[in-house]
Nanobody, 115 residues
Framework: VQLQASGGGSVQAGGSLRLSCVAS????????MVWYRQAPGKQRELVAT???????DYADSVKGRFTISRANAKNTVFLQMNSLKPEDTAVYYC??????????WGQGTLVTVSS
């Protein structure tokens, strides 16, 4: 199983970015796809989750600004990030959670928001 995250970059505060994560080598057995982020000097934190049933959940810090979605047929998850703030600066990672095979991580994509 491999996860490839992309879409990171540098934007000014108030701007938008859309992250993508494509999972290959897995077709079934997916229970959820999750975005995490890790800012410099801080612990990795959960940003958003989407389950196989389509339920979503968000960290309080991104509610109303970020939207997680998916394209099931392509095993792809997206994170639309609007109204970005400097505190959103981090490396963003996607994680694939499976029912029986454990979890798989992508390599991360850097998001930098300048004030």
């Amino acid at each position: 199983v491999q996860l490839q995250a992309s879409g990171g970059g540098s934007v000014q505060a108030g701007g938008s970015l859309r992250l993508s994560c494509v999972a290959s080598g897995v077709r079934y057995n997916i229970s959820a796809m999750v975005w995490y982020r890790q800012a410099p000097g801080k612990q990795r934190e959960l940003v958003a989750t989407i389950t196989s049933g389509g339920s979503t959940d968000y960290a309080d810090s991104v509610k109303g600004r970020f939207t997680i979605s998916r394209a099931n047929a392509k095993n792809t998850v997206f994170l639309q990030m609007n109204s970005l703030k400097p505190e959103d600066t981090a490396v963003y990672y996607c994680k694939l959670r499976t029912y029986i095979s454990g979890d798989y991580w992508g390599q991360g994509t850097l998001v930098t928001v300048s004030s």
